[in-house]
C-alpha cells in the first residue's frame, strides 16, 4: 500500500502549524518562548503536543512502539482525523457495516463523505467478499467494530484479515470492547498489516469516559499523518496527568473489568428468564443486546422508573431489541426488580 497515493493533496501538501514546543523537548531552564503566563503553575504551561509520558506508558503496557501511538479527544478524534486526512469530500467513500457505531456515519457525513453500508448476517457475522464487492477506486477507509456496538459479538478474524489483506485502502478496526476479550486484539499483528489502524479508548474498561481519551495504533506513517492534522494541543494538562495516575495503577482496571465480566453472566442469565424476553445476544463487552416483545414498550417503562437503557429497536437487524450495559450489583438488580415487577 502507498500511503501518499491514499492521501488527499491537500493534506499531503499540507505544511502543518509548529508549535513552540514541538520545537524543543527536554527541560529548559526559563521557558520564554510560547507567551505564557509565569504564574499558576503547572496550569501555565501548554501540553506537551505528542503526550510523550502518556504514550511510554501505554506503548510499555501495550507492548508496542510510542512511534505506532496517536491519542485523541476520545475515539472521535482519529474516527474524524482519518475521514478528513484520507477522504476527498463529494469524491471519496468509506465502507462501514451495518449495523455498527453510528459515529463512523457522523463522521462521514460531517465532512461530506459517502457511507456505503453492508449488512451483517442474521448472527452479526460479515461476509468479507460482499463487504470487499462494495469498493471502488474511491473507496479509501473501510470501518470494521470487534466486538460490534451495538451487536456485542467480536467479527470473525479470518473475515477482518481477509478485508485488511484485499482492501486497497486503510481499514480501521474499533476495538473499543477489548479489554473484555483481550485475546481477540488485532494489536500483536499490527506490524503485520500495513493499512490497518486498530481504535482503543479509555472509555470502557479503564473508567475513563469523563476524561475524553482514545488511542489510535497504525504505522509510524499513519500516526504521522494524524500528529500533522491534529490540534496543535489537543490533549490538555489534566487529562494527561489523570491518565498517567491510572497507568500507573492499571490492576484497578483488570479488577473491574473481572466484575463486570461477573455481573455481566449474572444479568444475562437474569434477563432470559423474563417472560417477555426472546433472545439475549452473546457478547464479548460490557452490554447486552435483548430482544423483546414490546421493546418500546419496556423502554418507555424503565425511563419512567428513571432506568435509562438504549432502545435499538430502529437499527437495521436490532428490530425490537434493548442494549443494555452491564452496570455494577446494586445498578443491575434495581434493573431487574424494575423488570420483575412489570410482570
Ligand atoms: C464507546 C465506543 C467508543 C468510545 O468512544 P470515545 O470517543 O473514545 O469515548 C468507540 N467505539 C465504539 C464502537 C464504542 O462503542
Redesign the pocket.
Known sequence: MELEKLLRKNIKNLKPYSSARDEFTGEALVYLDANENPFNSPYNRYPDPLQRKVKEKIANLKQTSVESIFLGN???EPIDLLIRAFCEPGEDNLIITDP??G?FEVAANINNIEVRKVSLDEKYQLNADEFLKKANKNSKLAFL?SPN?PTGNSINKDSIVKIINEFEGLVIL?E??IDFVPEKSFLPNLKKYSNLVI?Q????AWGM?GI???MAFASQEIIQVLNKIKYPYNLNVLVQQKALDLLNDNNQKDKWVKEILKEKKQLSKQLIELPFTIKVFPSDANFLLVEMHNARGIYDYLIENKIIVRDRSKVHLCENSLRITVGNKEENDILINALNELI
Open positions: 476520545g475515539s472521535d455498527t457505531y459515529m467494530c456496538n474499533d473499543a470492547y481504535l479508548t479509555f472509555s470502557k469516559a475524553r481519551l482514545g
